[in-house]
């Protein structure tokens, strides 16, 4: 056969429109994503792309039929010439209303003529078949051709669908969110849900959403930001937070999101990551005084932005147990600055008009006991910001005496770390330090490794200290300063066992804690026999177990409620962490809270709780052991939260349950402080008594929260009443009313230099005092 070009309608014209038009729409859609971005997603799955690639295909085949004069197509040509008409039928009517508007696009490079695609090879299609010489009718085999692409099409647009449908539904009455989950579990698709957690506008993929769209909204309400049920949504369908995830890109290319913005910018959330921003550098220093049963510990990042415009970096820090922040840092023009500590409002203040000028802020703030909420901004394009987060930290005494202390971890983020890159830990003592850890190696008093993401956030590497044998009894001091006269405390640590007067083990059955619970089943026979202890369950169907003295017969029913478990999706505890709390609401209650990532805020399940907490007379000690890294949902300000003992997981679930189990009222060592009249001693020690009484009266407000706030800024520490900001300049700081802060408000790492003067001090006088000895007694 030859073909050619004859001056006809069917001929070359109608090879650039019917053809090279509808491809030329598939590449630009493939490459920029025009008409996702603005109007809606033609192609949101491979399925998606077959069916619209398939017009083009089709038509092309049509064509060289048609322009053979006289040749007749093959019966199968003819269905699917009908599939090709229904797919081309859906786009044109989603496609309807921005015709109008595209036409005074086609003066730019032609652009405008894309929308019009889909209706220039649907009318190529159906006068085709019929200029098509069939050797029988074929008007049955169109038909069924085209309900054949109607039911593909409606196939392919079910699962989005259902998203709209959920996500719609998930706004709702408690009934209707369940109905939301329930569906998107069974035929939603997760990835489109993921991009509406990104902020996507979440417009109709097909025919079948533009129906639901409509008789949902009406013709004029489309709804286009959805983001947060859609990120609560992902939740609990999946058991994970959305921006564990990078987004999903649709089609076979990755395509540039001309639209896209950072909607978490200047926020009180990590957020949504960022394309561009990656971690490329980090360090761990710390110094360890041992017999003040501390650590000082600093950890520097670099951030790089490989995007072409300025982005902010935003990430979550899980400190070590019973830490508090001391320091922070931010690298501007090269140089170190330190941050200003005063009031959580006035710093949050102050960074969100820098952010709004575009300058060079540095935010921190806690999120919940023992976690830092870390933002830094801006990154310009193509260049790296480095900034320094500093904390003080106690060594976890254990029953038996044997002292720990975790390493950090970043635990929630809004930009990559890759796999080949390392963190470089080095911590040194004043006394000889060990590691269980392997990545990590003990010479003397240094500890010293590198590892890499996963590693940290799987284990928590650990550095030990000699084990507590006797009481321990240290004094610390700030000197005077100003008009402020010096301020001691006294730390006493002393053995003890625990006093634990009832129990509620609230566990989290998100589909991650599958291998927890097994834990947790093993670890029950460590509960003291005869303490009151009950088990509550957030799953789809709660499960409750009221408080009663501990035996086999209570053990059997809570290890049949646990192996009944159905792990699914993810969990929103609060309330019936609520419920667990209310019915151990007494001195001495705890509740041990065993759950996973909490990344949702619960707004609609937290009403039982704020009223439990505002008032209750009494409430119980809360105890969390968070089995899978993540955010750990908290209420800002409220003791419950902010006193909680954050349990930091080792390599080994089983044994980290028994050891709080066995505490609640076997052998503990516990820390006091006291304020004294006067002492000697390391600051850290009052960083750490301040970080207790603050945490425990966070919601004190008027002249007792201005004292608060004084205190926190004297002793340079980040609290739930006090957060630290660093700023570009010493006039930008007083033109937010915030003090300019001073080099000596902040502890250091001695340098490697600096401990061995110290050393050669120590034996200096040692030798001069016995030197001394020896001639007195001569």
């Not at 889909?118 to 299609?125: D, G, H, K, Q």
């Not at 647009?157 to 719609?168: F, G, I």
């Not at 926190?712 to 739930?720: C, G």
């Amino acid at each position: 056969m030859s073909y050619r070009f004859a001056p006809s309608p069917i001929g070359l014209p109608a090879l650039i429109f019917a053809i090279g038009l509808p491809i030329a729409a598939i590449l630009c859609e493939l490459v920029a994503g025009w008409c996702a971005s603005l109007f809606f997603d033609p192609l949101p799955t491979f399925l998606h792309l077959l069916l619209v690639a398939s017009v083009p295909i089709v038509n092309l085949l049509l064509w060289m039929i048609v322009r053979e004069e006289g040749a007749s197509g093959p019966r199968w040509l003819a269905v699917a010439a009908g599939v090709a008409i229904a797919v081309a039928t859906t786009y044109t009517v989603l496609l309807l209303p921005i015709l109008p508007i595209s036409v005074p696009a086609i003066l730019l490079f032609g652009l405008g003529l894309l929308p019009f695609a889909p209706l220039a090879a649907l009318v190529f299609a159906v006068r085709s078949v019929r200029r098509i010489r069939w050797k029988r009718p074929v008007g049955r085999l169109v038909a069924l051709g085209v309900v054949l692409g109607i039911a593909v099409s409606a196939a392919a647009d079910a699962p989005a669908t259902a998203v709209h449908l959920a996500v719609d539904r998930y706004g709702g009455s408690d009934d209707d969110r369940r109905s939301a989950v329930r569906l998107m579990r069974a035929v939603g698709s997760r990835d489109l849900l993921l991009r509406l957690a990104y902020g996507e506008g979440g417009r109709v993929t097909g025919l079948l959403g533009a129906f639901t769209s409509l008789w949902s909204h009406g013709p004029f309400n489309d709804v286009t930001d959805r983001s947060t049920d859609a990120r609560e949504l992902y939740y609990r369908v999946t058991g994970e937070a959305y921006n564990a995830r990078a987004k999903p890109v649709t089609g076979l290319a990755a395509r540039a999101d001309w639209f896209n913005f950072d909607r978490d910018l200047g926020g009180e959330q990590v957020g949504a990551r960022v394309p561009g921003l990656s971690l490329t550098g980090s360090r761990i220093d710390g110094s360890a005084a041992v017999a003040d049963n501390l650590a000082y510990v600093e950890w520097t990042v670099e951030v790089a932005n490989a995007a072409d415009i300025q982005n902010e970096a935003r990430f979550t820090l899980a400190m070590p147990e019973g830490a508090v922040a001391s320091r922070a840092t931010l690298w501007v023009n090269g140089e170190p600055r330190e941050a200003s500590v005063a009031g959580r409002a006035a710093v949050r203040a102050a960074y969100q008009r820098v952010v709004s000028a575009r300058r060079d802020p540095l935010l921190v703030t806690t999120d919940g006991a023992g976690r830092l909420l870390v933002q830094a901004f801006p990154i310009a394009p193509h260049a790296t910001m480095k900034l320094r987060i500093g904390y003080t930290a106690p060594f976890v005494v254990a029953g038996d005496g044997t002292r720990t202390q975790a390493l950090p971890a970043i635990v929630e983020r809004n930009f990559e770390i890759a796999d080949e890159l390392r963190h470089h830990v080095w911590i040194d003592g004043d006394a000889p330090l060990g590691t269980k850890d392997t990545a990590l190696s003990a010479a003397g008093t240094a500890v010293r490794g590198i590892l890499a993401d996963t590693e940290l956030l799987a284990r928590r590497s650990e550095f030990t200290a000699s084990a507590l044998v006797t009481p321990s009894l240290r004094t610390g001091l700030v000197a005077a300063a100003n008009t402020l006269p010096p301020l001691s405390v006294e730390q006493r640590i002393s053995p003890s066992r625990g006093d634990a007067s009832a129990v509620m083990i609230l566990f989290d059955a998100s589909a991650p804690m599958a291998a927890t619970g097994a834990a947790l089943a093993q670890a029950l026979d460590a509960i003291p026999a005869g303490l009151p202890v009950g088990l509550t369950v957030a799953a789809d169907d709660p499960v409750t177990i009221p408080p009663a003295p501990w035996s086999s017969a209570q053990r059997t029913r809570m290890l049949d409620a646990l192996k009944a478990l159905d792990y699914r999706g993810g969990q929103d505890d609060l309330e019936v962490l609520a419920d667990a709390a209310a019915r151990v609401a007494q001195p001495g209650g705890r509740v041990i809270w065993v759950h996973g990532a909490q990344p949702v805020d619960g707004t609609r399940s937290r009403a039982a709780l704020e009223q439990l907490l505002s008032r209750a007379t009494v409430l119980p000690e809360l105890i969390r052991y968070q089995a899978v890294p993540g955010r750990a949902t908290t209420m800002t300000g409220q003791p419950l939260f902010e006193t909680a003992r954050m349990v930091t997981p080792g390599t080994d679930p089983v044994a980290d349950l028994r050891a709080i189990f066995t505490g609640l009222r076997g052998p503990v060592w516990r820390t006091d402080y006291r304020p004294i009249a006067a002492g000697t001693g390391s600051p850290h020690i009052l960083r750490l008594w301040a970080a207790r009484e603050l945490a425990a009266n966070a919601m004190t407000t008027g002249k007792a929260r201005d004292l608060q706030i004084s205190l926190a800024r004297r002793l340079n520490v980040v609290t739930p009443v006090s957060g630290a900001v660093v700023l570009e300049t010493d006039r930008d700081y007083r033109a937010n009313d915030l003090p300019v802060p001073s080099a000596d408000d902040v502890p250091t790492i001695p340098e490697p230099e600096t401990w061995a003067l110290l050393v050669i001090l120590a034996l200096a006088a040692g030798w001069l005092w016995r030197r001394r000895a020896r001639v007195v007694a001569a």
